[in-house]
């Protein structure tokens, strides 16, 4: 399984006209293939930060994901990233 997990900054005003932009991302990736979880929301403490987190079956899965593009609208610019892939070897109640 991989996680991927971290955080993206946008400029504070920029971030609704952000999350709108890639809305329609989380329900293409859900759709697809291997994907488990896919969201991308607005921090409730930080205005700058939106959190991030995907979790695929496998590597082959997330690649062919990354690899189909899309036609939506453009984002405003990240002003910086924070985002990591995770491999899970085992995976047991909390």
């Given at each position: 399984?991989?996680?991927?997990?971290?955080?993206?900054?946008?400029?504070?005003?920029?971030?609704?006209?952000?999350?709108?932009?890639?809305?329609?991302?989380?329900?293409?990736?859900?759709?697809?293939?291997?994907?488990?979880?896919?969201?991308?929301?607005?921090?409730?403490?930080?205005?700058?930060?939106?959190?991030?987190?995907?979790?695929?079956?496998?590597?082959?899965?997330?690649?062919?994901?990354?690899e189909?593009?899309?036609?939506?609208?453009?984002?405003?610019?990240?002003?910086?990233?924070?985002?990591?892939?995770?491999?899970?070897?085992?995976?047991e109640?909390?």
């Open positions: 399984m991989i996680i991927i997990a971290g955080e993206l900054h946008v400029d504070p005003a920029d971030r609704d006209d952000y999350l709108a932009a890639v809305a329609d991302v989380a329900r293409l990736a859900r759709e697809t293939g291997g994907c488990l979880d896919f969201a991308q929301a607005a921090d409730p403490i930080d205005p700058t930060r939106i959190n991030v987190y995907e979790r695929w079956e496998s590597d082959e899965h997330l690649h062919r994901f990354r189909t593009g899309g036609d939506g609208p453009e984002p405003p610019p990240i002003t910086a990233a924070d985002v990591r892939k995770y491999r899970i070897s085992g995976v109640e909390p």
